[in-house]
C-alpha cells in the first residue's frame, strides 16, 4: 500500500499536480483546528476558503469559551464535561486572546427555582477539570452601586471565559501554516470527483480554475457542509442541518466592572451582557431558524426588540433602538436532531465518513460544533482517519501554545515592556496589540523604537506597519478583513478613515503582485 502511495504522488507530481494527504474545506474554527492538528501529525495540509478566515459563524459568536450551562437542562453531559475541561486547556494555550470572566445570574424565582440553579452550578463546577477559573458562589445586590433593578436582591456567580473568535480562527491558521499546510483564502472549491482512490479537487480564485488531489477530503463548509455534499460532490448528505440564527446588538457600556450577566427569559432561553472592547456591552444571542442564504445573515427588527425587551427588564439603563451602535448576526449550523425548539438542538458535533469501499478516498464531514470543543472535535476528525494514515503522529494539540503565547508571562507585563520600547505608545494602544498578538507583536514592530516610525497613521491606533502585516502573514486582503476581524477598529471608524484604509490597502496589493511578477 506505502509503495503504491508513493508511486501515485510521484506520478502526480510529474504531471505538475500536487498530492495532499488532506484538503478541508472550509476556513472557520473547525477546518482550521483540524489543518492545524493534521499538519502537526506530519499529514500534508491544504486549506482553501471561499471567503476569508472566520468571515461567517466563526466570527458571529457571543465571543465566549464556556461549558453550556443552560446544555444541562437539555441533558447534554458529554459536550458539558468536554467543553468544562477545555475552557482550561485554551485559557493556557491562548492567554492573550482569551480571558477568564466572571458570569452574574441575578436570581429570577419564576423563571428557574433557587435549588435547580444552584445543581446546575455544582454540576459546572465538578464536572470538568477546573484548576485556574474559580467556582461559583451566591451573591446579594446592593440597590445603590448594583446596575439591576432594585427588586433583583440576589443571585448567583460562576466563571467562564471571554475570546477574540475571529483571532482565535486566525492563529489555528498561523499555526496550521507553520505546521507545513497550505492555507488559501477566497478560493472557492467549484467541485470534488473521487478518481482512482484520490479525491480530485476543482479550486477557483481570481486567477482561475486548478485543480488538486487528495487522498482524504475533510468537509468543514460549516452552514454549506450539506449543501456541499448534494450539489458539489453529488452525493446524498447522511444527516440534515438546522440553521439557527443568533444576533447580537452592540451598545455604549451598560455597567461598570467586568462581569457578564446571564439574563433568564420567559421562553426559558437565556441573553448574555458581556462588556465588550473597554466601551460596549454585546447583548445576546437569539436563537431563531433560518431558512435564508447563509451569506447574507441580518438582524431582524424582532430580534432587536427581544434583545432590547430583555435588557430592559434587568438593568436601570434603559435601552432603545437609538442606543445601538452596531448588529451583528451569523448562523450556527447544528445537525439536525427534528427537535422542535430551535433553543434545544444539540450543540455538540457529529463527524460523518463516507468510506464504503476499500479502494475509495474517503470523505469526513462535519455538523455541528461550537467555538470552545474545536480542539477536541479536530482530535475526534483525525482519530476517524487514522486507519487512512498509518504513521500519523500522536495528538499534540493539548499542551501547544497558540501563536503569540510563546514565552508570555502576563498581559501586564509584555505591555509594560512595549510600552517601554515604542516611545509614544498608549496605553490602550499597547493594551490592544497585547491582546491581538500577544508576543508575536515585535514581529510587525521590525525593530521600531516610536510609533513615528510605523508609517501611515489610519488613525484609532492602527499604522501602516501593522496593516503590512496582517496582509503579509494573515491572509487580510480588505478592509472589513482587517476592521472587522483582525482588529474589531471597526467601531471607530469614520467612512473618510475607511476610504483612506482602502486606497492603501490597493497599493499594497498592487506592491505585492509587481513583486510576485518579478
Same mark, same amino acid.
Given at each position: 500500500?506505502?509503495?503504491?502511495?508513493?508511486?501515485?504522488?510521484?506520478?502526480?507530481?510529474?504531471?505538475?499536480?500536487?498530492?495532499?494527504?488532506?484538503?478541508?474545506?472550509?476556513?472557520?474554527?473547525?477546518? %482550521?483546528?483540524?489543518?492545524?492538528?493534521?499538519?502537526?501529525?506530519?499529514?500534508?495540509?491544504?486549506?482553501?476558503?471561499?471567503?476569508?478566515?472566520?468571515?461567517?459563524?466563526?466570527?458571529?459568536?457571543?465571543?465566549?469559551?464556556?461549558?453550556?450551562?443552560?446544555?444541562?437542562?437539555?441533558?447534554?453531559?458529554?459536550? %458539558?464535561?468536554?467543553?468544562?475541561?477545555?475552557?482550561?486547556? @485554551?485559557?493556557?494555550?491562548?492567554?492573550?486572546?482569551?480571558?477568564?470572566?466572571?458570569?452574574?445570574?441575578?436570581?429570577?424565582?419564576?423563571?428557574?427555582?433557587?435549588?435547580?440553579?444552584?445543581?446546575?452550578?455544582?454540576?459546572?463546577?465538578?464536572?470538568?477539570?477546573?484548576?485556574?477559573?474559580?467556582?461559583?458562589?451566591?451573591?446579594?445586590?446592593?440597590?445603590?452601586?448594583?446596575?439591576?433593578?432594585?427588586?433583583?436582591?440576589?443571585?448567583?456567580?460562576?466563571?467562564?471565559?471571554?475570546?477574540?473568535?475571529?483571532?482565535?480562527?486566525?492563529?489555528?491558521?498561523?499555526?496550521?501554516?507553520?505546521?507545513?499546510?497550505?492555507? %488559501?483564502?477566497?478560493?472557492?472549491?467549484?467541485?470534488?470527483?473521487?478518481?482512482?482512490?484520490?479525491?480530485?479537487?476543482?479550486?477557483?480564485?481570481?486567477?482561475?480554475?486548478?485543480?488538486?488531489?487528495?487522498?482524504?477530503?475533510?468537509?468543514?463548509?460549516?452552514?454549506?457542509?450539506?449543501?456541499?455534499?448534494?450539489?458539489?460532490?453529488?452525493?446524498?448528505?447522511?444527516?440534515?442541518?438546522?440553521?439557527?440564527?443568533?444576533?447580537?446588538?452592540?451598545?455604549?457600556?451598560?455597567?461598570?466592572?467586568?462581569?457578564?450577566?446571564?439574563?433568564?427569559?420567559?421562553?426559558?432561553?437565556?441573553?448574555?451582557?458581556?462588556?465588550?472592547?473597554?466601551?460596549?456591552?454585546?447583548?445576546?444571542?437569539?436563537?431563531?431558524?433560518?431558512?435564508?442564504?447563509?451569506?447574507?445573515?441580518?438582524?431582524?427588527?424582532?430580534?432587536?426588540?427581544?434583545?432590547?425587551?430583555?435588557?430592559?427588564?434587568?438593568?436601570?439603563?434603559?435601552?432603545?433602538?437609538?442606543?445601538?451602535?452596531?448588529?451583528?448576526?451569523?448562523?450556527?449550523?447544528?445537525?439536525?436532531?427534528?427537535?422542535?425548539?430551535?433553543?434545544?438542538?444539540?450543540?455538540?458535533?457529529?463527524?460523518?465518513?463516507?468510506?464504503?469501499?476499500?479502494?475509495?478516498?474517503?470523505?469526513?464531514?462535519?455538523?455541528?460544533?461550537?467555538?470552545?470543543?474545536?480542539?477536541?472535535?479536530?482530535?475526534?476528525?483525525?482519530?476517524?482517519?487514522?486507519?487512512?494514515?498509518?504513521?500519523?503522529?500522536?495528538?499534540?494539540?493539548?499542551?501547544?501554545?497558540?501563536?503569540?503565547?510563546?514565552?508570555?508571562?502576563?498581559?501586564?507585563?509584555?505591555?509594560?515592556?512595549?510600552?517601554?520600547?515604542?516611545?509614544?505608545?498608549?496605553?490602550? @494602544?499597547?493594551?490592544?496589540?497585547?491582546?491581538?498578538?500577544?508576543?508575536?507583536?515585535?514581529?510587525?514592530?521590525?525593530?521600531?523604537?516610536?510609533?513615528?516610525?510605523?508609517?501611515?497613521?489610519?488613525?484609532?491606533?492602527?499604522?501602516?506597519?501593522?496593516?503590512?502585516?496582517?496582509?503579509?502573514?494573515?491572509?487580510?486582503?480588505?478592509?472589513?478583513?482587517?476592521?472587522?476581524?483582525?482588529?474589531?477598529?471597526?467601531?471607530?471608524?469614520?467612512?473618510?478613515?475607511?476610504?483612506?484604509?482602502?486606497?492603501?490597502?490597493?497599493?499594497?496589493?498592487?506592491?505585492?503582485?509587481?513583486?510576485?511578477?518579478?
Amino acid at each position: 500500500m506505502k509503495n503504491k502511495n508513493i508511486a501515485i504522488k510521484e506520478a502526480l507530481m510529474s504531471d505538475h499536480q500536487t498530492l495532499y494527504d488532506l484538503v478541508v474545506i472550509g476556513g472557520g474554527i473547525n477546518g %482550521v483546528g483540524i489543518a492545524a492538528d493534521a499538519a502537526g501529525r506530519g499529514l500534508s495540509v491544504f486549506l482553501c476558503e471561499k471567503d476569508d478566515l472566520a468571515s461567517h459563524t466563526s466570527s458571529a459568536s457571543s465571543k465566549l469559551i464556556h461549558g453550556g450551562l443552560r446544555y444541562l437542562e437539555h441533558k447534554e453531559f458529554r459536550l %458539558v464535561r468536554e467543553a468544562l475541561a477545555e475552557r482550561e486547556v @485554551l485559557l493556557t494555550k491562548a492567554p492573550h486572546i482569551i480571558r477568564p470572566m466572571r458570569f452574574i445570574m441575578p436570581h429570577q424565582p419564576h423563571l428557574r427555582p433557587a435549588w435547580l440553579i444552584r445543581t446546575g452550578l455544582f454540576f459546572y463546577d465538578h464536572l470538568g477539570k477546573r484548576e485556574k477559573l474559580a467556582g461559583s458562589n451566591h451573591i446579594r445586590f446592593h440597590p445603590i452601586d448594583s446596575p439591576l433593578k432594585d427588586e433583583i436582591t440576589h443571585g448567583f456567580e460562576y466563571s467562564d471565559c471571554a475570546v477574540d473568535d475571529a483571532r482565535l480562527v486566525v492563529l489555528n491558521a498561523i499555526q496550521a501554516q507553520e505546521m507545513g499546510a497550505k492555507v %488559501v483564502t477566497r478560493t472557492r472549491c467549484l467541485s470534488a470527483q473521487r478518481q482512482n482512490g484520490l479525491w480530485c479537487v476543482e479550486l477557483e480564485n481570481a486567477q482561475g480554475i486548478y485543480q488538486i488531489k487528495a487522498k482524504v477530503l475533510v468537509n468543514a463548509a460549516g452552514p454549506w457542509v450539506a449543501q456541499f455534499i448534494q450539489q458539489d460532490l453529488q452525493l446524498k448528505s447522511p444527516y440534515g442541518v438546522r440553521l439557527i440564527q443568533g444576533s447580537h446588538l452592540i451598545v455604549p457600556r451598560l455597567y461598570e466592572g467586568n462581569k457578564a450577566y446571564i439574563m433568564q427569559n420567559n421562553d426559558q432561553r437565556i441573553v448574555f451582557a458581556i462588556p465588550y472592547l473597554g466601551r460596549y456591552t454585546l447583548i445576546g444571542t437569539t436563537d431563531n431558524e433560518y431558512l435564508g442564504n447563509p451569506n447574507h445573515v441580518e438582524i431582524t427588527e424582532k430580534e432587536i426588540d427581544y434583545l432590547l425587551d430583555i435588557s430592559n427588564k434587568y438593568f436601570k439603563t434603559q435601552l432603545t433602538s437609538a442606543h445601538i451602535v452596531a448588529t451583528f448576526s451569523g448562523v450556527r449550523s447544528l445537525c439536525d436532531d427534528e427537535s422542535d425548539n430551535p433553543s434545544a438542538v444539540t450543540r455538540d458535533y457529529t463527524l460523518a465518513l463516507n468510506h464504503e469501499f476499500e479502494d475509495e478516498a474517503p470523505l469526513l464531514s462535519v455538523f455541528g460544533g461550537k467555538l470552545t470543543t474545536y480542539r477536541k472535535l479536530a482530535e475526534s476528525a483525525l482519530d476517524h482517519l487514522s486507519p487512512f494514515f498509518v504513521e500519523m503522529k500522536k495528538a499534540w494539540t493539548e499542551k501547544a501554545l497558540l501563536p503569540g503565547a510563546e514565552n508570555l508571562n502576563s498581559i501586564e507585563e509584555l505591555v509594560a515592556q512595549l510600552q517601554d520600547k515604542l516611545s509614544g505608545i498608549s496605553h490602550e @494602544l499597547a493594551t490592544r496589540w497585547v491582546h491581538a498578538y500577544g508576543t508575536r507583536l515585535w514581529l510587525f514592530l521590525n525593530q521600531a523604537t516610536s510609533v513615528h516610525e510605523l508609517g501611515q497613521d489610519f488613525g484609532h491606533g492602527l499604522y501602516a506597519q501593522e496593516v503590512d502585516y496582517l496582509v503579509e502573514h494573515e491572509w487580510a486582503v480588505s478592509t472589513d478583513d482587517i476592521l472587522k476581524r483582525r482588529t474589531k477598529l471597526y467601531l471607530e471608524f469614520s467612512e473618510n478613515d475607511v476610504f483612506a484604509l482602502d486606497n492603501y490597502l490597493i497599493e499594497v496589493h498592487e506592491r505585492r503582485l509587481q513583486r510576485d511578477v518579478a
